[in-house]
């Protein structure tokens, strides 16, 4: 079976704050992928990275950055200096070996207060 | 990123009316595309999963003659929901992808209002 757990539900934070999104997965395929998606008060959810099971390196985009680690299943999204901008909730997703389909986390929704 | 259209965005309908959602992928060929329901604070939950010129799979739970899915181009997904009733009142996302392991894209999503 496949899962993916964010833990945090809802988190709250000041403007220029750092705050890390917890992500874990589950899954016995050797291959698979991970993505992290936005999904603004607007409702259209925004694809902000994919990440294959043999590629560890960290990504950096800006002020966002992604740690995988496979040794302990989780694929955790800092968002740097965060801006009143990236109030939104925020999905991780899991794609098994050869599935069409996305499983998705709970989301996990990010204020930002000014 | 790649472009997917849903349309409409919202729509208001009597009880027991067909509503149809259209979801357009714009400038990529989608192998897959995919339907989803999301309650207020909710998760996204997939109901169901179409290709091309095939029939949709649908999730358990899902009743596919209250939700039809036709998928007659490899840029073009509708889903009708026949014979609405209040509960079927929910924001409505489709998706699109390439294929295993491309990133999905999403439509802006339907708000219905079934009154």
């Known amino acids: 079976a496949q899962k993916v757990t964010q833990a945090q539900t809802e988190i709250s934070v000041v403007e220029k704050e750092d705050v890390t999104l917890d992500c874990v997965y589950e899954t016995r395929d050797t291959t698979y992928y991970l993505f992290w998606y936005k999904q603004p008060p607007s409702g259209e959810l925004v694809f902000l990275i994919r990440r294959n099971s043999f590629d560890e390196q960290n990504e950096i985009s800006g002020r966002y950055s992604w740690n995988f680690q496979k040794s302990t299943s989780s694929f955790n999204f800092t968002i740097t200096a965060s801006q009143v901008v990236d109030s939104a909730v925020y999905f991780c997703?899991?794609?098994?070996?050869?599935?069409?389909?996305?499983?998705f986390g709970k989301g996990m929704k990010l204020t930002v207060n000014p | 990123g790649a472009v997917v259209s849903q349309h409409p965005s919202w729509v208001i309908c009597k009880s027991g009316t067909s509503v149809k959602i259209e979801c357009r992928s714009l400038d990529f060929q989608a192998t897959t595309m995919f339907w989803y329901r999301q309650f207020p604070k909710q998760s996204l939950m997939l109901m169901a999963t179409s290709n091309e010129g095939s029939k949709a799979t649908y999730e358990q739970g899902v009743e596919k003659d209250k939700f039809l899915i036709n998928h007659a181009s490899l840029t073009l997904s509708t889903l009708t929901v026949t014979s609405a009733h209040p509960e079927d009142s929910s924001f409505y996302i489709c998706s699109a992808r390439r294929g295993y392991g491309t990133e999905a894209f999403f439509g802006q999503g339907t708000r219905l209002t079934v009154v």
């Open positions: 997703a899991l794609n098994g070996r050869g599935s069409e389909k996305l499983v």
